[in-house]
């Protein structure tokens, strides 16, 4: 298969062109490495990172905000938010703490430290 | 009244950045002055990712960036009055603030300008109609849903295709709301192409270019938006209105530099960028005074954000020591193609290369820029493309220039 698309990787936002036939990979347009994996993995299986926040139970009006460490399946993006939505903290929390484990091959990290 | 060296205005990314610089280089007495309980800036609400990939060489969310430098200033010791808001600035560098102890009246040697943005409200933008609840600037929707925990909507028109918009486009979906559309009054986006794939395309969220919100309705809670598409002048083409039902309005359109306090110091703006205009130092025409970040001009990455305040802090750091003596310079200007140049004018006889800042007019191909003072090339540079919405960055190499005399301007041709 033949497709034109841009990278997400980095604010440069390359336009790649991709030849997939059979296990043969040709991408061109990137100025960087990162660019032939994400065009690879986009057209295979694409993959995204989900930003949310998280309710912190023992703050007034406080969120955390989260991210999922490593991407998560395109079409799982909205799964993950379901079970983000339901979730809450506690303070203190740290960037880093581990907020939900096996979440679609991931974990849900907290990315603010809350005191 | 008391005294310090290097006082910080603006505790976001440029203002932490500057002060670890100029402290770094030697100055130790510098303070931050933030008017927020938290340092952080604009940073504390940008939970998605994208920050630090050039200058840190990850990829961080707003939160995760802020934190590296807030560890920076806190290891340095770097004193830091929050909650505290600066009222004024006069030009022989005292500050005045106020928190809740009262008055603090601040002799500065140097003072470094980190105020930030604010956004282009609905009554500047003059949208008519009536005044239901539901209309919001994004960066306060954004401030609502990310750190309070508010849900501010959930049939959403967004106006303005600016990064902002586009973020907000992805993060209202996310939550589950509906976004209608996405309007931009020009005939392009003014956002990252990126931004335009993983938050417009991967929700399937339509974007009208050339298309304004010509009226709100509702008469308690926003029930539609009249929208059409405008002429080459940006005027309301009157057969295209057309009705979309929503509930809530953001509006994306354009971030003001807040310099209220820069005026007050007698300190000149450029009404391109609505910045001050400073030399290669990042000093404003106030001897002392020192700006950087997004009240100087408004950025797209944070990256080059930290890049300038290290530039600004370091800068005052100098002046502070002595070593910073204001040299001939010369004007720079906007040639064809060319929005505005940054800085503003530079040192004639420079001892380092420098490197200016631009953005253009409108979207381009491959360009050819040419830097020249008079009839004298100083530098040239080719890239694959140009738009508004990518500060690029051209170096002259001073080795081979070493006597600047007339005015520099940068312009662009298009190239094959």
Known sequence: MKRELTCIICPRGCLLSVNIDGTKTCVSGNNCPKGEKYAVEECIHPTRTVTSVVRVENRDHTMVSVKTASPVPKENIFDVMQIIRKTS???????GDIILTYIYGTDIIATKHII | MIQHDIVIIGGGPAGMA???????????????IDREKELGGILKQCIHNGFGLHKLGKELTGPEYAAVYEEAVADRG?????????TDISEDRTVTAQNSDGILKIKAKAIILAMGCRERSRGALNIPGTRPAGVYSAGTAQKLMNCMGYSVGKRVVILGSGDIGLIMARRMSLQGAKVEAVCEIMPYSGGLTRNIVQCLDDFHIPLYLSTTVAEIHGRERVEGVT??????????IESTKRYIPCDTLLLSCGLIPENELTSSAGIPLS???SGALVDEHRQTEREGIFACGNVLHVHDLVDYVSDEAEIAGKSAAEYVKGNLS???????AAGNGVRYVLPQRVTASPKEDISLFLRVTKPFGKVRYTVKSGNEVLATAVRPKAAPGEMEKITVKTEKHKNIREEITVSLEEVQ
């Open chain 1, 89 to 95: 903290v506690k303070a203190p929390v740290k960037i």
């Open chain 2, 78 to 86: 770097i004193k830091v009055f929050c909650e505290t808001m600066v």
């Open chain 2, 271 to 273: 009404t391109v960028t």
């Open chain 2, 227 to 236: 929208v059409a598409q405008v002429d080459e002048n940006r005027r309301v």
């Open chain 2, 18 to 32: 500057a002060s670890v610089a100029a402290w770094d280089s030697g100055v130790r007495d510098v303070v931050i």
């Open chain 2, 326 to 332: 204001l040299a001939d310079t010369v004007k720079t």
